[in-house]
Nanobody, 124 residues
């Protein structure tokens, strides 16, 4: 059974940092793209960051320079380091895995596996 399990969410003040982790089990994702998405209350799920199997990274504009995505294929994990957090970063953050190497990383529909999500709350 394939599972993605996120951890590291919590409550932080504006300007603070959090590090999200996603542990995969049930299969290896070393050749998959891994992504982070988020969904705020009343809003649609949106792309945050992704890293391909070649470790090419992509970020949505609002997090560039503040967030860093990384992966450890040996441990089957992907992380999202979030610095300079803002209240508008408040959301449930989801880890996802995309098996098709040729589809775009920004579309949630292209991802095959999803975690259950972890809450990130940034207070002003």
């Amino acid at each position: 059974q394939v599972q993605l399990v996120e951890s590291g969410g919590g409550l932080v003040q504006a300007g603070g940092s959090l590090r999200l982790s996603c542990a995969a089990s049930g299969r290896t994702f070393s050749s998959a793209a891994m992504g982070w998405f988020r969904q705020a209350p009343g809003k649609e799920r949106e792309f945050v960051a992704a890293i391909t199997w070649t470790k090419t990274t992509s970020y949505t504009d609002s997090v560039k320079g503040r967030f860093t995505i990384s992966r450890d294929n040996a441990k089957n994990t992907v992380s999202l380091q979030m610095n300079g957090l803002k209240p508008e970063d408040t959301a449930v953050y989801y880890c996802a895995a995309k098996l098709n190497r040729f589809s775009t990383v920004v579309a949630s529909a292209n991802y095959n596996y999803w975690g259950q999500g972890t809450q990130v709350t940034v207070s002003s």
